[in-house]
């Protein structure tokens, strides 16, 4: 069992940056893939990014929509996962949830992650 909670949401004005951090505990922090997904007032939950585990070849995904603005990076020794946002739009405004799944092979896929944060508000005003 993980538990997962973000901190870091908040209200900044466009363009401004914020960063959301991710504490997972339990063991294993290291074995899961972590992602970061988002989900405004009456939309489908989006994918925004993910760090895979070093066997799956740690590699970093993004969404089109936040590709060379948000850095996802995580720290096993403290098993926290981090969303850097830069840059901000308003369209970012949205409930932002962690994520974190053993058994995750698409990493965009909300579906294939076991765990999930009970979310953080991001609101970017115009």
């Known amino acids: 069992q993980v538990q997962l909670v973000e901190t870091g949401g908040g209200l900044v004005q466009a363009g401004g940056s914020l960063r959301l951090s991710c504490a997972a505990s339990?063991?294993?922090?290291?074995?899961?893939?972590m992602g970061w997904f988002r989900q405004a007032p009456g939309e489908e939950r989006e994918f925004v990014a993910a760090?895979?585990?070093?066997?799956?070849?740690?590699?970093?995904d993004y969404g089109d929509s936040v590709k060379g603005r948000f850095t996802i990076s995580r720290d096993n020794a403290k098993n926290t996962v981090y969303l850097q946002m830069i840059s901000l739009k308003p369209e970012d405004t949205a409930v932002y949830y962690c994520?974190?799944?053993?058994?995750?092979?698409?990493?965009?896929?909300?579906?294939?992650?076991?765990?999930w944060g009970q979310g953080t508000q991001v609101t970017v005003s115009s």
């Open positions: 760090a895979a585990i070093s066997w799956n070849g740690g590699s970093t």
């Open positions: 339990g063991r294993r922090f290291s074995s899961y893939n």
């Open positions: 994520a974190a799944g053993a058994g995750v092979i698409h990493t965009t896929r909300a579906y294939e992650y076991d765990y």
